[in-house]
């Protein structure tokens, strides 16, 4: 028995669309990885993810001082501003890359819809004329 080949799914006009839609609103890199583009997909998840990361220890790192201070009525250490920073630099850069790849996509799908021919509709007869249609 031979392994099913492994050929990507046909790009359509819609699927490019919804890689769009997931790629700028939901998760940057997964759209492209849908829409084919696997090596661009993952590097884009990979920045979106450590930009998410960078942003979520800073919030940790910011709560924690500010209960803290509250706890031992002491002014607590300043968190450093680059984990922020960096977090949505990365996040941006994942973003952006998965928008130009999500770009790329829609035109790609709109070349292929455009230089596909359309196939004709069947052609309906009808064999009796005299005996309407049962309903």
């Keep these: ?3 099913p080949s492994a050929m990507p799914p046909l790009l359509t006009v819609v699927r490019a669309w919804t890689c769009l839609g997931v790629n700028l609103l939901a998760t940057p890199g997964l759209g492209s990885v849908c829409g ?3 090596r661009a997909g993952y590097g884009q998840m990979f ?3 450590t930009g998410f990361c960078l942003l ?3 919030i940790f790192k910011m709560s924690f001082g500010i209960m803290e201070a509250q ?5 607590s250490a300043p968190v ?3 984990w922020w920073q960096s977090g949505v630099i990365f996040f941006g850069i994942g973003w952006l890359w998965s928008f130009f790849t999500s770009i790329s996509l829609v035109r790609q799908a709109a070349r292929t819809a455009r ?3 359309c196939p004709a509709p ?3 007869a009808i064999t009796n004329k005299s005996v309407p249609p049962i309903l």
């Design 71 to 75: 706890i031992e009525d002491s002014p």
């Design 80 to 82: 450093p501003a680059w």
């Design 36 to 38: 084919g583009r696997k």
């Design 1 to 3: 028995m031979s392994a």
């Design 115 to 117: 230089e596909t021919p």
């Design 56 to 58: 979520v220890v800073y």
């Design 122 to 124: 069947p052609k309906l």
């Design 47 to 49: 920045f979106a993810f």
